[in-house]
């Protein structure tokens, strides 16, 4: 049989389906009541503005989530020589000998500690190991940073790792952290660090969930991208060839006439990555560290970082460094620094203008705050299940810290100090060896007294 005559058939077959689609549609498009679908548009329009700016919000939050977990740990057979600089400023002798303990058992080619003249216990502590790698100094210190240029101009090894007096090494941190120095271009090696003794304060607890979170979600993807904006001074690496022609920038840095205190970890990134050189992370290099048990101490560490994102971050935009690294850092960046403004704008509006202040309304607004924390929380809930219990106390502190607190510290962003160390105190605020005693140890202590 010849094909035209099929061909035909089919042709008036469709002619026929598409009719009768059309006809369907015509009778639908006749039926629909535009005055509901107008009411419709009348009721969810006034939400379109915030379900804009939350789709971008969580469009960024998924993206950088899915890169950090994409991201792979570096692993290379690269070891080459290392020195250890550590400043002191009055640190609990207890805390300080525990934390060496942890750093001299992996065998660094030398541990200069650099101690404040007055911490005389420490230095005699020290001295009665008699271990030849370890040397401690007296110093005059006039803020970390000086500290950090006196141990650093003692160190003759290729590697630098910075370590916080408060902060353990987990087995294998010196070996992770040297593998990624194979590629001449990296120049600073981030670790990934926690609190240590976490369930001995609620306040530590929630710092451990945050921190979490930054090392998970956050810090891999702009790490794979070879830009991360902050090594975190608590331990961090660099290639001494890239820090000794940039070390005076970062002793002597200035901000709006005054000289910085603090922020020297923010600091010394930025002028290594200005410099062309690459900062990564490395999953595989864990750290503890010291973090404060009272709320009080807490919410002055978070004053004293925010003072420190907002100076080194303004620095960065404003000398042009920032145009210069990868997309996924120069977002991270500007949302940290506009988190304020785009946080208070939501809330101001769905306070004043779309909440029902009513039992039930409030109980729904609450439960869509804490759903959205809980599902960003994910990463450190499936390390940590139980601290769902504690989740209306996590929300709590992420809106202290994105709303009072950075705009605090954004007015007083040029106001120097540390803020948790005193020169007539010994540990830091809330840090010292007595805050590491849970609740259990306390009670049974109480008991053994009493008996």
Excluded at 47 to 53: C, E, S
Excluded at 421 to 438: K, N, W
Aim: one cysteine or more; aromatic letters at 10%.
């Amino acid at each position: 049989m010849h094909p035209f005559p099929l061909a035909a058939t089919t042709g008036s077959t469709l002619d026929v389906g598409l009719d009768v689609l059309g006809s369907q549609l015509s009778a639908w498009t006749s039926s629909l009541d535009w005055t509901d679908v107008s009411a419709f548009w009348a009721e969810v329009s006034p939400y379109f503005p915030v379900a804009v700016a939350g789709a971008i919000v969580w469009g960024l939050w998924l993206y950088r989530f899915i890169l950090s977990h994409r991201a792979k740990p570096i692993v290379t057979n690269y070891r080459t020589t290392t020195s250890v600089v550590v400043p002191s400023f009055h640190e609990d002798p207890d805390i300080l000998m525990s934390a060496l303990e942890s750093w001299r058992s992996q065998h660094p080619d030398e541990i200069i500690i650099v101690l404040d003249v007055e911490d005389l216990d420490a230095y005699a502590r020290i001295e009665a190991l008699q271990d030849p790698t370890i040397k401690p100094i007296l110093f005059h210190h006039v803020g970390k940073r000086s500290a950090l240029g006196a141990g650093i101009r003692l160190a003759k090894y290729d590697i630098l790792v910075l370590t916080d007096s408060d902060t353990w090494w987990q087995p294998d941190l010196l070996q992770n952290v040297q593998m990624p120095f194979i590629d001449p271009l990296v120049g600073a090696v981030g670790t990934h660090q926690t609190v240590y003794k976490r369930e001995t304060s609620v306040w530590r607890r929630v710092a451990d969930w945050l921190v979490n979170l930054r090392y998970l979600d956050y810090v891999p993807a702009m790490g794979a991208a070879g830009a991360v904006p902050c090594i975190s001074g608590r331990t961090a690496v660099y290639r001494r060839s890239a820090v000794m022609p940039v070390l005076e920038h970062l002793e002597n840095e200035y901000f709006l006439g005054k000289r910085c205190i603090s922020g020297d970890d923010g600091r010394l990134t930025w002028l290594v990555l200005a410099s062309g050189y690459k900062t990564v992370h490395q999953s595989t290099a864990r750290a503890l560290s010291m973090f404060p048990a009272s709320f009080r101490a807490f919410v002055k560490q978070r004053i004293r970082w925010s003072r420190n994102s907002y100076r080194c971050y303004l620095t960065a935009i404003g000398t042009g460094w920032l145009w210069r690294v990868p997309f996924i850092t120069k977002i991270t960046v500007l949302q940290i620094l506009l988190t304020p403004v785009t946080m208070g704008l939501t809330m101001f509006y769905l306070i004043f203008n779309r909440l029902d202040f009513t039992v039930l309304g409030v109980a729904a607004a609450l439960c869509w705050l804490l759903l959205g924390r809980g599902i960003r929380g994910i990463s450190h809930l499936r390390r940590h299940p139980q601290d769902i219990l504690i989740l209306p106390v996590l929300a709590f502190a992420v809106i202290l810290v994105a709303l009072p607190i950075k705009l605090y510290a954004f007015a007083t962003m040029n106001k120097q100090g540390w803020l948790t160390r005193h020169a007539d105190q010994i540990g830091g605020d809330g840090q010292d060896a007595v805050s590491l005693e849970s609740k259990t140890d306390d009670a049974r202590n109480e008991q053994e007294a009493v008996a």
